[in-house]
Antibody, heavy 119, light 106 residues
Framework: EVQLLESGGGLVQPGGSLRLSCAAS????????MSWVRQAAGKGLEWVSG????????SYGDSVKGRFAISRDNSKNTLYLQMNSLRAEDTAVYYC????????????WGQGTMVTVSA | AIQMTQSPSSLSASVGDRVTITCRAS??????LGWYQQKPGKAPNLLIY???SLQSGVPSRFSGSGSGTDFTLTISSLQPEDFATYYC?????????FGPGTKVDI
């Protein structure tokens, strides 16, 4: 079964750091681009960051540029999001998402991990 | 960044109704647009990719059309399980951007 399982969410103080992980299974992870998408409570979806299958192409949304870093370890089938200088407005559910190269779309989503930034 | 707008922001409809949701991009994005359905407490689910291609397993009552800046998602005959929020997403260039969503109440 194709699956994405996020972990690493939790409560962190403003200005703090957190690293999210996403374990992929059921497919050849190294063949797919990946992204992180977040959603604050009661709000819409926001694309946060994306990385190509090899890690050679990386991009960030304007709201996290310079604070967040996406990476991947294809030998471990794992995607990461290092989040630094966290703000209250970063509070959200963070989804790990697979980008299908054939469809050019986000075809597989994880269940999400909650990040709360609060004193 | 490319801005995406959606209309309406919400709608109420009855079972069997034909429902149309519109998405507009702030610049030409060719057909690089997807539609996603999200039910409360769940992760989004891909419905349509490349503006008009139906994702495998998605009921044929869902269809998409458009190119350039104007796009449409149509549900031909609304079913009770279609109660959800619908988002468009442009993946023409980075940063990818979602529309604000359309909530469909049955």
């Amino acid at each position: 079964e194709v699956q994405l399982l996020e972990s690493g969410g939790g409560l962190v103080q403003p200005g703090g750091s957190l690293r999210l992980s996403c374990a992929a299974s059921g497919f050849t992870f190294s063949n797919f681009g990946m992204s992180w998408v977040r959603q604050a409570a009661g709000k819409g979806l926001e694309w946060v960051s994306g990385i190509s299958h090899s890690g050679g192409i990386i991009s960030y949304g304007d709201s996290v540029k310079g604070r967040f870093a996406i990476s991947r370890d294809n030998s471990k089938n794992t995607l990461y999001l290092q989040m630094n200088s966290l703000r209250a407005e970063d509070t959200a559910v963070y989804y790990c998402v697979r980008r299908s190269s054939g469809l050019d779309a986000f075809d597989i989503w994880g269940q999400g991990t909650m990040v709360t930034v609060s004193a | 960044a490319i801005q995406m707008t959606q209309s309406p922001s919400s709608l109420s409809a009855s079972v069997g109704d034909r429902v149309t949701i519109t998405c507009r991009a702030s610049q030409d994005i060719r057909n690089d647009l997807g539609w996603y359905q999200q039910k409360p407490g769940k992760a989004p689910n891909l419905l349509i990719y490349a503006a008009s291609s139906l994702q495998s397993g998605v009921p044929s009552r869902f269809s998409g059309s458009g190119s350039g800046t104007d796009f449409t998602l149509t549900i031909s005959s609304l079913q009770p399980e279609d109660f959800a929020t619908y988002y468009c997403l442009q993946d023409y260039n980075y940063p990818f951007t979602f529309g604000p969503g359309t909530k469909v109440d049955i």
